[in-house]
Every structure is written in structure tokens, then in C-alpha cells.
């Protein structure tokens, strides 16, 4: 692949599974009918840029695929500067320990070696070389990230942030674990409104996009997982949720809330289809896309954290305030003036700070 410029470069695996209707197609024409407004040079180029990366199998474009066949690309693209911008670094607690950052929508924690703009290489920027993260939050997750600058504090956190075996909702009796509340705008009213979804995940085999992950058992390698939710305040189509992850499982409360089919609002890859996070991967998402979207990420909120400090032993409680846009789209959403939506997420982020009992 060519040196990168200022704005880095992208790539992401996909799976695709040829449909019936694709039956006898040329590869180039499988893509051009999954990538909406690519032309048949763009698609050839990305073709090109796959087949540069050595640990891949070659692909041709002219090669014609049967329907339930499946085949594997990179989507590589460059990341322009306003999409994978240097992120902001905003600290809201630091010790010898620990380092607890506020994260936006558009960040990642660890990016990779061609993604320029996430909090690691942030931090490295404001003289920080070595830090470990707890956790992850995916990209458009905002909220709080928790760091150690020791390995070994990390380890001993990373034992707390998703215990084996959790499962009931966290109380004062479970203060050596980490706890941490979420808020979150999904579609439809959750029915009940108060609830427990225990599902095992795991990366589906039928998946198209590598890192989907979905409904897994046990028998096929799926990990346990445990999501409480309780219901902020509902609307005719949407609801306010606080979630109390008790596991911390990849994408987890996202799937958890899709399964249970209120999906989360803005989310690309368990909201709508696979095919609009296809889209919106290779910058090609749609005036339609987005309004089907509803917001420019989804709207899922690391409001709150609560852990003993690993040194000290003293309670350490942190919270986040939500990005500004939420009191728009939930006021456009809901009715709501710009004043009583503010007061409504504010209230949320309250009870999400409350322990769970």
C-alpha cells in the first residue's frame, strides 16, 4: 500500500455471502450492488488496494461466484481529516494509579497503526507513552474510559470490570467490583420496562461484517452475557434506558437491545442493515441513509463509574456529562422543548449514577 498522508488510512474486513439473486455474478458487480453509488472503476480500486495487503487472499474481479458462496475484502479508504480528527483530550480524574478520560462519539480508544485521532494516541500526544486502557467503548460510544498507567494495575482491574459468573444487578454488597450505567435512545418502548437480558454472544459464522457479533451458545463458543436495563422515561416511538452491563462482552448492550428488538438510535450495524454500515464504512452513506439514522452516532452514553481505587482502597465514583446533540434529537424525537429534554437527560444521568438495588 502506498505511504500514508496526513489523514491515514482506513481499512476494515468484510464478509460477504453471495445472495440468490447474485447467483453468476462477477465479483465487481456483487459489489457495486452491495456499495450503493460506487462505479465499477471505484470498486475495481478497492479490489486493488485488498490485494495489496499480503496476509489476504487475492481476489479477481472478473470471477463469477455461486449464491451461498462467501468470500472475504478489505475495504480500504483513506479517512479524511474532519472524520478522523486528532481527539480531545479531556481528563476527569488523575492520580499515580489512574487516568479517567472523557470520550466523544467520533473516537476510537485504540486505533490501530493507520488510524490517526484515537485517545491512545492522544494521550501520547500530551505526554502520557505509557498507559494501558481497562476497557473499551466502540467508536461512536461516548463516556468515560477508565486508564491504569501500570500493566499490572490494569490486570488486576480488567478481573473486576466483567467477573465470571456476574449476573444479578449490582448493590452495595458488590463494592469491590467496578460499576458502570449507561444511557441509551432506543426505538420502540420496552415491554416490560423494567428487565434482565441474558444472552450469550459471540461473532455470528453468517455474518457479513467481520466484527457483527450476535446470538451465540455455548456449545458454539459463545461467552455468557448480562445486561439489566430499566426505563427512563418512553415516548410513543422511543425510549430513555439506563443499562447496568453486569458482563462486558464486544458490542454487547447494543446486540443485547437489537435482540430484544429495540435497537439503539443512530446505531449503523444492529439498527437498520448491514448494508447502510457497509455504506457508511466506505463513505458512501445516503441523504436517505442518514435520515433513516436519525442522529450521526449512535446514541449509547458511558455515564458513570464506580470502583474502589486499586492503591488506595478508597471509593472513587466519576461521572460524564452527555454531548450536547442528544438535547436535540430528543427533543425532535420526543416533543419535548430544548429545556425539558435537557432536564430529562439530566435527570437520567442522575438515576444512572444511582447503584442498582
Not at 478489505?74 to 486528532?86: H, K, Y
Amino acid at each position: 500500500m502506498g505511504s500514508a498522508d496526513e489523514s491515514g488510512w482506513l481499512n476494515e474486513l468484510f464478509q460477504f455471502e453471495v445472495r440468490p439473486e447474485e447467483h453468476d455474478w462477477r465479483l465487481d458487480r456483487i459489489l457495486q450492488n452491495r456499495l450503493k453509488g460506487y462505479s465499477r472503476q471505484t470498486v475495481h480500486d478497492l479490489i486493488r488496494r485488498h490485494n495489496q495487503q499480503l496476509d489476504r487472499a487475492p481476489l479477481k474481479p472478473g470471477r463469477h461466484y455461486k449464491a451461498g458462496e462467501t468470500f472475504e475484502i478489505m475495504l480500504v479508504r483513506r479517512a479524511g481529516w474532519s472524520q478522523e480528527r486528532p481527539a480531545e483530550l479531556v481528563v476527569l480524574h488523575e492520580d499515580d494509579a489512574l487516568l479517567v478520560v472523557e470520550k466523544d462519539g467520533n473516537t476510537t480508544v485504540h486505533g490501530g497503526s493507520r488510524r490517526i485521532g484515537s485517545l491512545v494516541d492522544t494521550l501520547r500526544r500530551h505526554g502520557y507513552p505509557h498507559i494501558w486502557p481497562v476497557h473499551r467503548l466502540d467508536r461512536e460510544t461516548s463516556g468515560l474510559v477508565l486508564f491504569a498507567k501500570s500493566s499490572a494495575i490494569a490486570k488486576a482491574l480488567q478481573t473486576l470490570w466483567s467477573p465470571a459468573g456476574a449476573s444479578g444487578p449490582l448493590d452495595q454488597r458488590e463494592d469491590r467490583l467496578i460499576a458502570k450505567g449507561y444511557l441509551a435512545l432506543v426505538h420502540g418502548v420496552p415491554q416490560p420496562a423494567d428487565g434482565r437480558i441474558e444472552l450469550p454472544l459471540g461473532p455470528l459464522p453468517s455474518r457479513k461484517v467481520r466484527i457483527k457479533q450476535g446470538p451465540l451458545s455455548a456449545e458454539m463458543g459463545g461467552r455468557a452475557a448480562s445486561t439489566w436495563y430499566r426505563t427512563v422515561s418512553a415516548f410513543p416511538s422511543h425510549a430513555l434506558l439506563h443499562l447496568w452491563p453486569r458482563t462486558g462482552r464486544l458490542h454487547q448492550i447494543r446486540v443485547h437491545l437489537s435482540h430484544i428488538g429495540h435497537p439503539i438510535v443512530g446505531d449503523k450495524l444492529y439498527g437498520v442493515e448491514e448494508d447502510l454500515y457497509l455504506r457508511f464504512v466506505a463513505g458512501r452513506l445516503t441523504d436517505e441513509d442518514r435520515k433513516r439514522l436519525v442522529a450521526p452516532s449512535h446514541l449509547l452514553h458511558a455515564g458513570y463509574l464506580r470502583l474502589l481505587h486499586p492503591t488506595s482502597g478508597a471509593p472513587l465514583e466519576l461521572r460524564s456529562r452527555l454531548p450536547a446533540f442528544w438535547t436535540e434529537i430528543l427533543g425532535s424525537l420526543s416533543g419535548l422543548s430544548a429545556e425539558a429534554a435537557a432536564q430529562l437527560l439530566d435527570a437520567g444521568l442522575d438515576r444512572a449514577c444511582q447503584p442498582w438495588v
